[in-house]
C-alpha cells in the first residue's frame, strides 16, 4: 500500500512538473531578460551622461564588448558598470556615426540567452516570447531607447 501511495506522489509531482515546470522556466529567463533591460538602460543613462560633457559616444566606434567602456564611465558616471547580461553573456558596445548623420549614435546589444548573434528585425519589435527558445533573441537598446525587445510575459 506504501509502495501504491509512493507511486502516485511521484506520479502527481512529474504530472505536475511537466504542465508547470515550463512556465516556471519561462518566469525565471523572463526574470533574466528583464535584469538585462535594466542594466542596458543604466548603462544608456551613462553613455548619455558622457555624451552631455563630451558631445561624443565614448569608445573607439566599433564593435567592442561594454567592458572596455570602463575607463570612460567609473567611477563619475556610474559607479559600477554591469558588463554581462543575465544569463551572464558580455554585452556588446557600439558608437560611431550613422551614414551621413553627423550625430553620435550608440549601442548597447545583448545576445539573449544563448550568448550568440541571433541578427535583429527591427520591423519585428517588441517580439513575442512565444517559447523558451524565443530567449535565444538580441535585446538592442540604441540611443536612448530599446529597438529590439522582448514583450512583457504573460503567464496564463
Not at 22 to 41: F, I, P
Request: hydrophobic letters at 40%; aromatic letters at 14%; glycine letters at 10%.
Amino acid at each position: 500500500m506504501k509502495k501504491l501511495f509512493l507511486l502516485s506522489l511521484v506520479f502527481i509531482f512529474v504530472v505536475t512538473f511537466w504542465f508547470c515546470g515550463s512556465e516556471d522556466v519561462k518566469l525565471g529567463q523572463w526574470a533574466r531578460a528583464k535584469a538585462t533591460l535594466g542594466d542596458m538602460k543604466t548603462i544608456g543613462s551613462a553613455i548619455e551622461d558622457y555624451m552631455s560633457d563630451y558631445y561624443m559616444a565614448p569608445g573607439a566606434g566599433e564593435l567592442t564588448k561594454v567592458s572596455d567602456l570602463k575607463v570612460f564611465l567609473e567611477p563619475f558616471y556610474i559607479k559600477v558598470l554591469p558588463i554581462t547580461d543575465g544569463w551572464g553573456n558580455p554585452l556588446v558596445y557600439a558608437s560611431g556615426k550613422v551614414g551621413t548623420m553627423s550625430q553620435e549614435c550608440y549601442s548597447i546589444i545583448s545576445y539573449g540567452r544563448d550568448g550568440k548573434d541571433s541578427g535583429m528585425d527591427i520591423n519585428n519589435s517588441p517580439y513575442l516570447l512565444g517559447s523558451v527558445d524565443d530567449f535565444n533573441k538580441d535585446i538592442c537598446y540604441s540611443n536612448g531607447s530599446f529597438t529590439y525587445h522582448p514583450s512583457p510575459l504573460k503567464v496564463e
